[in-house]
């Protein structure tokens, strides 16, 4: 099996990428973001591709090209199209609301918890959604697993705050199994 020591990265219309250093800056019509490259990874630029070419064949520079092709990928995209995070609330009386750059949630508590916006990203709140909008994955994503952790879904009865589309397995209760013996 020929393994490949350099991997290309398409860069479609109206991208524009520097490569300096160890440091890849994307910019494109929602924003611009950058990363920093391992040294063990050569990071190259043609007119419509990013070349990653790694140094030597041990595991962790194989694997580390691997990854930063598709964090490069993923920052094309974003810069692009942009990443939405959906999550459901469920539960009676569960709500939220933004209040300035804060988002207020009251989730069964006996207080509002309230979480910062990171910036570069926005938050939409309807009636039983939050929607978490911005060009950077990992930050989506990490913002909306910590509204999540809030108040996540309750295996017993579904109450709490999910992704949508999340399936909830629910466990029988106590009374359940106790009349079936």
Known sequence: MVKKRERAIDIPEGVKTTVRDN????????????????????????????????QGEEPK????????????SNMIIGVVKGYEKVLEIVG?????KIEGKKL?????????????????????????????KGIDKELVGRFAASIRGVRPPDVYKGKGIRYQGEYVRHKVGKTAVATTT
């Open 23 to 54: 440091f890849i800056i994307i910019e494109g019509p929602k924003g611009k973001l950058e990363r920093k490259i391992p040294f063990s990874l050569k990071i190259g630029k043609t007119e419509k591709q990013i070349l990653l070419k790694r």
């Open 61 to 72: 520079n194989v694997a580390f090209q691997g990854l930063f092709r598709t964090l490069i």
């Open 92 to 96: 009676v009386g569960y709500r939220a």
């Open 104 to 132: 207020s949630l009251s989730v069964g508590f006996s207080h509002p918890v309230e979480i910062e916006v990171p910036d570069g990203l926005a938050v939409e709140v309807t009636k039983t959604t939050i929607s978490v």
